[in-house]
């Protein structure tokens, strides 16, 4: 898929996603968490890496608020400046500042994050998906890059229903999630 394609792509889900009332947005992920919550995998998980809500994503603050309380370990990405991301112990006192996208991040030294593979369970936020395990995300690759060579135990994406494509295009460094999963359904990856 040529670049300006993924473009085009992106800034119609972009628009969709942001067009959804924030009412819909905030039941649609209580509905995501619940379904996350019902999953042996996230059961079972002990480090599970989240992410900060950001420009209409899924919200996944009622699922950290209850792997906290829990006892699981919960990560958050900090970017970094050679545009990789690094996954930080991350609690509800844990100090945070905006990166410089904007972005939610702790506020910790980089020395403290978990390796990939130690992580039990990903969660990732997307663009569009398809049913095949291709995610389309904001453009800038952290997640294909941080996964390039290390992997969590399962790696799931997170979207509104809207955001579903019928097949997108997979390019050589696009890491395949195993899942995602919507308001609706779970879509486990055809791949």
């Not at 968490?33 to 899924?58: M, P, R, S």
């Amino acid at each position: 898929m040529k670049p300006s394609d993924k473009a085009i792509i992106r800034a119609k889900y972009l628009k969709m996603r942001s067009n959804i009332p924030k009412e819909k947005q905030k039941e649609a992920s209580m509905a995501v968490c619940e379904h996350i919550l019902t999953l042996d995998l996230y059961q079972n998980a002990q480090n599970i890496a989240l992410y900060q809500t950001f420009n209409g994503e899924v919200d996944l603050t009622m699922l950290w608020e209850h792997a906290q309380a829990s006892g699981k370990t919960c990560l958050m990405p900090v970017c970094t400046d050679t545009n990789s991301l690094h996954f930080l112990p991350t609690t509800s006192t844990t100090p945070q500042e905006k990166n410089h996208y904007g972005i939610l991040e702790p506020d910790l030294p980089v020395s403290d994050a978990i390796s990939i593979d130690n992580i039990d369970l990903m969660l990732a936020p997307t663009v569009a998906f398809d049913t095949f395990g291709k995610r389309l995300g904001m453009g800038a690759g952290f997640y294909d890059k941080a996964l390039k060579l290390h992997r969590p135990q399962h790696l799931l994406s997170v979207a509104y229903e809207c955001q579903l494509h019928p097949n997108l295009t997979q390019d050589p460094w696009d890491v395949l999630v195993d899942g995602i999963v919507t308001e609706k359904t779970i879509y486990w990856s055809k791949s």
